[in-house]
């Protein structure tokens, strides 16, 4: 199956309550590179139905210009989470978030449940995509086998809070409790070739230590981070975003790639250091991350 | 849609609306007391959503009482419809 590849940026997602109106229609509009519409942790349990018709009709009615859109329903296993596929699947966001998955035959049982909703609906299997939160030990310990189950999961996250919770830490802000399943989420993503979110930075004054985690994680390998504040949007999408140094960089690499590849040379120097497929391909990320045209330079 | 008793759904946050329902005898007729900060401006686009929406549940008679704080329509029928269905014993998925 080919499923249609995501052609937004990915740095900042930002969460929104399913039940707030206020917000979920302004939810576009600070900058994020996607909204999360959350049926989830963020709305009451006597309000799940509210959340999810309000996040019915905004689908319908929103456009959320230049925004990715994804749902994150609650857990199928809850009271709430199949009526929240049968609701939000037929509406066909960008993607669906599916919290809290720990196996393999779980992954399996949801995606059943989300293609059967195509099927009554006649609707493809191959646009709405899939994000998988890998948010316990076992969860952890499984990622790789869930993440690489469907052509259409194509981004894995790590939910901190509730993995935290399920490893019994006290989590402090060095996330030194969670950084093995950090690495290990990251890992697997890599090796389905996918992209992977890190979790919520959840003390929103503290503007450096959210800096330092991004940066942090960006050098994990992880594509962009979840966010519940729009005051952390900037400083996340400045960490992802290429600076002009690497911007200068990167379009050396890749000008003399195409001039060496020309004359038949696979590997060359460029002010001194050796430049070969790996550094290209991480050269053309980075013009791609600052929305450069390789034929442009 | 039978309406079995009182519900309600929104709130009174900025660009919510709080739906209150009833239900009346039959050949009572649609009861709106309909109260919003935009009334001058939206009123009559409002009660027209209302009617549009009880028009789609098949409600002919129901006691409403609304008060609106600048919702937009996904709003409005979002938190009609939630009141109504609660009202109908028939929303699904949620805790009481």
């Known amino acids: 199956m080919q499923v249609k590849q995501t ?173 093995y399943a950090r690495k290990q989420i990251v890992m697997a993503a890599k090796a389905c070739k996918i992209d992977v979110f890190d979790t919520v930075f959840v003390d929103v004054e503290n503007e450096d230590g959210l800096r330092e985690e991004a940066e942090y994680i960006k050098k994990l390998g992880f594509t962009g981070k979840a966010i519940i504040n729009p005051r952390q949007i900037e400083i996340v999408n400045e960490v992802f975003t290429p600076t002009e140094l690497e911007i200068r960089k990167a379009a050396k690499i890749v000008k003399a790639f195409e001039r060496n590849k020309a004359e038949g040379i696979g590997v060359f120097a460029v002010d001194g250091k050796m430049v070969d497929a790996p550094v290209v391909q991480r050269a053309l990320r980075v013009l791609e991350m600052a929305d450069i045209d390789v034929e442009s330079l | 849609m039978e309406l079995k008793q009182k519900a309600q759904a929104g709130s009174f946050e900025s660009s919510d609306i709080l739906v209150m329902v009833e239900p009346v005898e039959k050949g009572a007729g649609r009861l709106i007391e309909l109260k919003s900060i935009v009334m001058q401006q939206f009123g009559e686009d409002l009660l027209k959503q209302i009617h549009a929406n009880l028009d789609k549940f098949a409600i002919a008679d129901v006691r409403l009482i609304i008060n609106d704080k600048g919702a937009l329509p996904p709003t409005v029928s979002a938190r009609l419809e939630t009141a109504l269905k609660r009202a109908a014993q028939l929303q699904t998925g949620t805790l009481n």
């Open chain 1, 7 to 179: 052609t937004f940026k990915r740095r900042t997602m930002l969460y929104i309550p399913g039940n707030n109106p206020a917000m979920l229609q302004q939810g576009s509009v600070y900058g994020a590179d996607g909204v999360l519409l959350d049926l989830e942790d963020a709305v009451a349990l006597n309000q799940k139905d509210a959340a999810r018709i309000l996040v019915s009709h905004m689908l319908q009615y929103i456009s959320y210009e230049g925004c990715e859109v994804t749902v994150r329903v609650n857990h199928i296993d809850t009271p709430f989470g199949l009526e929240d596929l049968k609701q939000i699947v037929p509406l066909q966001p960008d993607a669906i978030r599916l919290p809290k998955v720990e196996t393999l035959e779980e992954i399996e049982r949801i995606i059943t449940v989300i293609e059967r909703i195509e099927d009554e609906h006649q609707l493809p299997h191959d646009q709405m995509k899939v994000h998988v939160m890998i948010e316990t030990a076992l969860g952890v310990q499984n990622v790789y086998d869930i993440a690489k189950f469907s052509p259409r999961i194509d981004a894995i996250s790590i939910g901190g809070q509730d993995l935290a919770a399920d490893m019994q830490l006290v989590k402090a802000n060095d996330g030194i409790g969670i950084d």
